[in-house]
């Protein structure tokens, strides 16, 4: 008598969203290595004029400074998404939600690290920001990432429901 094997359960994307993670945030890390040494906090160094600069500062809070005092907060939040990222990873019915996913993911961890391993501290370190283009707020890739990430994530989520494409 033959007895009937349940389908494996396999992280399709899993590995999408680990890699993907993983390379933006050492891509963030390494470029704000590259920023700290190079550029002077608060001195503008113009690349296309006055529209797009670099632009060194440190920000305690989350996106345009918001929530300067809630440091110990955003950081909780970043290490809750990436923990949650690689929970519902392998969940994603395509690859183009979980590559949006991953992207969010990296942009958190890159910006956790800067929370967890910079000044003042342990758990409220300060993310470093150096991206300035026109009277815009000043950023980073990780806060790039996030942005193109959830993007990618809605329209992705959105092409599948309409086709009912569970495949990628």
Avoid at 23 to 45: F, N, T
């Amino acid at each position: 008598m033959e007895q009937a094997t349940k389908p494996r359960s396999t992280p399709r994307y899993l590995g999408v969203v680990i890699a993907v993670m993983l390379i933006v945030a050492a891509l963030d890390q390494l470029l704000k290595i590259i920023m700290v040494a190079w550029l002077e906090p608060g001195v503008p160094h113009p690349v296309i004029g006055d529209w797009f600069r670099f632009y060194l500062l440190f920000n305690p809070g989350a996106a345009f400074s918001m929530g300067q005092n809630s440091t110990w907060l955003f950081t909780t939040l970043q290490l809750v998404f990436v923990i949650g990222a690689l929970w519902f990873g392998p969940r994603m019915s395509t690859r183009w939600e979980a590559f949006g996913l991953a992207l969010v993911a990296g942009g958190a961890l890159g910006n956790l690290c800067d929370r967890l391993f910079r000044e003042p501290g342990f758990w409220f370190g300060h993310v470093v920001d150096y991206i300035s283009v026109g009277s815009f707020a000043v950023f980073n890739l990780a806060d790039a990432a996030i942005t193109v990430g959830v993007v990618v994530f809605v329209v992705a989520t959105f092409v599948a429901e309409r086709k009912g494409d569970n495949d990628g």
